[in-house]
T-cell receptor, first 115, second 109 residues
Framework: GAGVSQSPSNKVTEKGKDVELRCDPISGHTALYWYRQSLGQGLEFLIYFQGNSAPDKSGLPSDRFSAERTGGSVSTLTIQRTQQEDSAVYLC?????????????FGPGTRLTVL | GQQLNQSPQSMFIQEGEDVSMNCTSSSIFNTWLWYKQDPGEGPVLLIALYKAGELTSNGRLTAQFGITRKDSFLNISASIPSDVGIYFCAGLRTYKYIFGTGTRLKVLA
């Protein structure tokens, strides 16, 4: 498709289970970002990919969170041993990755609910 | 994490009124972006600004990149009910986008 896609759109899981969230960026976009948005709040940066490498992982809240990107395209955010405070909307965004004139486009998000 | 100061936090306006919101920072940015987020959806890009002093319009929306590169504002003219939502500014420095805290807009018909 033409835009950023994410799956699943909704995920309900039990505390302690692992979850995987997927992001398909816009074709040709080398930069990919994951954000977390709690109810009624702003966007919290999690991780940035340039190609397959992640030069900035500073926003990952704990070692239960990890992300990878393969083939310079699809990215997966994994949350291990989920906790109730992990409940949020996880947003993925992509951009061309240059330093100037760089517009960032968002996917629809995955709403994660941890029971 | 770091966030931009965005104001107002929320506002109720009458349909047909003009709306103004702004973002300020203590640091300079290379690019300013304005997004709108509807409930249950991801933010949608409204306007992108690339040069200090630049004034750009998109329909009823007008945004400006502050001369100091530390601020930006967004105006919405003749608001309509579908303008309701959360508006976010974002500043870009090298690769990192710093987001504002959001302005929640409610339009009363």
């Amino acid at each position: 498709g033409a835009g950023v896609s994410q799956s699943p759109s909704n995920k309900v899981t039990e505390k302690g289970k692992d979850v995987e969230l997927r992001c398909d960026p816009i074709s040709g976009h080398t930069a990919l970002y994951w954000y977390r948005q709690s109810l009624g709040q702003g966007l919290e940066f999690l991780i940035y990919f340039q190609g397959n490498s992640a030069p900035d992982k500073s926003g990952l809240p704990s070692d239960r969170f990890s992300a990878e990107r393969t083939g310079g395209s699809v990215s997966t955010l994994t949350i291990q041993r989920t906790q109730q405070e992990d409940s949020a909307v996880y947003l993925c965004a992509s951009s061309l990755g240059g330093l100037v004139g760089n517009e960032q486009f968002f996917g629809p998000g995955t709403r994660l609910t941890v029971l | 994490g770091q966030q931009l100061n965005q104001s107002p936090q929320s506002m109720f306006i009458q349909e047909g009124e003009d709306v103004s919101m702004n973002c300020t920072s203590s640091s300079i940015f290379n690019t300013w972006l304005w997004y709108k987020q509807d409930p249950g959806e991801g933010p949608v890009l409204l306007i992108a600004l690339y040069k200090a002093g630049e004034l750009t319009s998109n329909g009823r929306l007008t945004a400006q990149f502050g001369i100091t590169r530390k601020d930006s504002f967004l105006n919405i003219s003749a608001s309509i009910p579908s303008d309701v939502g959360i508006y976010f500014c974002a500043g870009l420095r090298t690769y990192k986008y710093i987001f504002g805290t959001g302005t929640r807009l409610k339009v009363l018909a």
